[in-house]
């Protein structure tokens, strides 16, 4: 089975692209910040968690951190509206499986999403 | 000749004393004896050889007023030169007029002009003659050389040839050295209210002559005369200096508050419009990928894709602002000139083609290698094309040539249009960020240029008048285009790929 994470403080982006993946046969689950996002990913064991990198509270690049520092294993893709390169650079740093900018072509995004599960699943 | 002038008149005074003596025995000593010639002979020679010195001092300067009259006239004209230069603020040209006019009448190897420079706290010599500017221009000495501090405590010239009789024989051997670097024979201190501002160097004459106590004294004298003027000069000159530092720190500022200000805005922009973007284009796109369930009429689909198009669209223009106030460390590859020219001509000629616009390339075919980042330059190129198009409106031409200078070792990019031309009060303002002549323009195209040219430490300008055209010439140096190569090979992160290649298309 196919299970995504979506993290976005937009809630509309959630709700689209959560039904964009579903019409495609994901599982996926929704939250609106860092903090939700460490606990969701507790609950649901995802794939693939898309991470916006802005928002209030613990933003993306802490989360990444946390997510990282407990499984490394995990596939995040880093979504972002438009950072300095210096942000992006430290993501991929820490260790972001690759980002995408804003606003998001859905066929780039599902096919970086399906790259990333099947390369999970060569243990990765 | 001055000796016949000595005899003749000592030969005179003889004969006068001989004459006196005579006259002056006869009437008051009536004494015969007395009026033998051989004694009044030797009276006379006695008046005569006493008077000598003195005689013979004043024929000298009556001989020099005569036959030295050119001499007499230099000194004239190195007087007149003192209280000509009391006009000249300028302290370069104030320093160049007078080595160059000692230089030329005293007939010397060299001379050079060295003055004080506050900011270095150094004496540098500023003018000099018969030594070239390279060589002169090194010469900087600081506050406690030498030959600055006996300049300074002795306050009077130093002469090359006394130096080893006026001073113990370590201090005169530095001094020398002083006087060699210098390529001084004497050294004539320029001293105003007990500050030593510089001093006048003088080298040796042609004449392989040394100069004499006169001489000496007589620069002395100009050095002193020409003191105020030098002050007041080098108060100018900081003055100018101090202006042009002060020009200098306002003008970075204001560009980089511009810029800052800019970056911010357009960072915040960017959040704030990408977001509501992202859920217009992806919704759109969510319906568009099940048109095939549903099943849209063509006019729907039609819609779709405008709507992804244009969120694109508006997205990139606050994308394209950032992209440039970042810019350190992005791809860098080996820049064909060629082909770049030929996409971008590709990607306007449609429009071109509807407006009747012929459009002329001319490319070198042995450029040199450039490197850089291809979409910075795709940037470049189709900027300035949109804007030849748009300035040519209806029929004309717009020609383009990328040629390599190799005097300068710079990459030479012309775009040219018969267009409508840029009024002379626009023509400064091109390069501000918003700035448009245009009803539906952004204003950023030549804004975004600059900064991808600067970046690569090159320059760009525009040539234009109303009605005539408009030529914009984009200069690179060729040296920087090499570096970046290296700095390409530093790019290790495969997956870090430039801002602009994730976008939907």
Redesign the interface.
């Known amino acids: 089975m196919l299970k995504l994470l979506i993290v976005d403080d937009?809630t509309?982006?959630c709700e689209?692209?959560k039904?964009?993946f579903e019409?495609r046969n994901y599982t996926v689950a929704i939250a609106n910040s860092g903090e939700q996002a460490i606990e969701q990913l507790k609950k649901e064991k995802p794939q693939v968690v898309l991470l916006d990198i802005?928002m209030p509270g613990m933003d993306g690049i802490q989360t990444l951190r946390e997510i990282k520092s407990k499984n490394p294993k995990s596939k995040v893709i880093m979504v972002t509206?438009?950072e300095?390169?210096d942000k992006?650079?430290e993501c991929?740093r820490l260790g972001a499986d690759?980002?995408?900018?804003?606003?998001?072509?859905?066929?780039?995004l599902e096919n970086d999403v399906k790259e990333k599960i099947e390369s999970a699943a060569k243990g990765n | 000749m001055k000796r016949v002038i000595d005899f003749s008149v000592l030969f005179l005074i003889t004969y006068l004393s001989y004459t006196v003596f005579d006259v002056f025995t006869f009437y008051f000593f009536h004494s015969e004896w007395l009026r033998e010639p051989a004694i009044l002979m030797s009276f006379s020679i006695l008046v005569a050889v006493s008077c000598y010195k003195m005689v013979d001092h004043y024929i000298f300067i009556l001989f020099k007023r005569f036959f030295f009259h050119h001499s007499e006239q230099n000194l004239f004209t190195l007087t007149k030169l003192a209280r000509d230069l009391t006009g000249v603020l300028d302290l370069h040209e104030l320093a160049e007029l007078v080595v160059n006019t000692f230089g030329d009448l005293v007939k010397l190897k060299t001379a050079s002009f060295m003055i004080f420079n506050q900011q270095e706290n150094v004496y540098e010599v500023v003018a000099a003659y018969g030594i070239q500017p390279a060589e002169y221009e090194k010469i900087k000495f600081a506050v406690d050389r030498p030959a600055i501090d006996t300049l300074r405590n002795y306050a009077k010239p130093l002469v090359r040839d006394q130096v080893n009789q006026s001073f113990p024989w370590k201090a005169a051997n530095q001094i020398m050295t002083d006087f060699e670097i210098l390529e001084a024979s004497c050294i004539i201190p320029i001293i105003h209210e007990d500050l030593l501002l510089g001093s006048l160097n003088l080298g040796q004459r042609y004449a392989a002559k040394a100069f004499r106590d006169v001489d000496i004294r007589f620069f002395h004298d100009f050095a002193k005369e020409i003191a105020p003027i030098v002050h007041n000069a080098i108060l100018v000159e900081d003055l100018r200096k101090n202006n042009e530092e002060l020009a200098q720190v306002q003008s970075d500022l204001i560009q980089s508050t511009r810029l800052t200000a800019i970056e911010q805005l357009a960072t915040g922009l960017a959040h704030e419009i990408h977001n509501p973007l992202t859920i217009i284009s992806g919704k759109a796109q969510v319906l568009l990928l099940k048109k095939d369930k549903k099943g849209y009429d063509q006019q729907v689909e039609d819609v779709l894709k405008t709507i992804v198009k244009q969120t694109k669209r508006a997205a990139d223009i606050t994308r394209k602002l950032l992209m440039f106030s970042q810019g350190k460390g992005s791809i860098r590859e080996k820049i064909n000139f060629e082909t770049m020219v030929n996409d971008t001509v590709a990607l306007v000629s449609y429009q071109a083609a509807l407006d009747d616009i012929r459009i002329v390339k001319q490319i070198d075919h042995h450029l040199p290698e450039y490197y850089g980042n291809p979409a910075a330059f795709r940037e470049i190129f189709l900027n300035l094309f949109l804007n030849a198009v748009q300035a040519v409106e209806k029929s004309g031409a717009i020609q383009i040539s990328v040629r390599y200078k190799s005097i300068d070792r710079l990459l030479e990019i012309r775009v040219s249009d018969t267009g409508i031309g840029i009024p002379q009060e626009d023509v400064n303002q091109l390069f501000n960020p918003f700035f448009t002549t245009r009803k539906e323009g952004v204003g950023l195209g030549l804004f975004v240029t600059q900064q991808i040219v600067h970046r690569y430490n090159g320059s760009i300008r525009v040539e234009s008048n109303s009605g005539e055209g408009t030529t914009v010439v984009v200069q690179l140096p060729i040296d920087e285009g090499r570096e970046q190569k290296n700095r390409q090979n530093q790019e290790t992160d495969p997956k870090l790929e430039s801002l602009e290649t994730r976008e939907p298309h």
Do not use: D, Q, V
Request: glycine residues 0%.
């Open positions: 937009e509309e982006i689209f692209l039904s964009f019409e802005k509206a438009i300095t390169r992006i650079e991929l690759n980002y995408i900018t804003k606003p998001l072509s859905l066929e780039y």
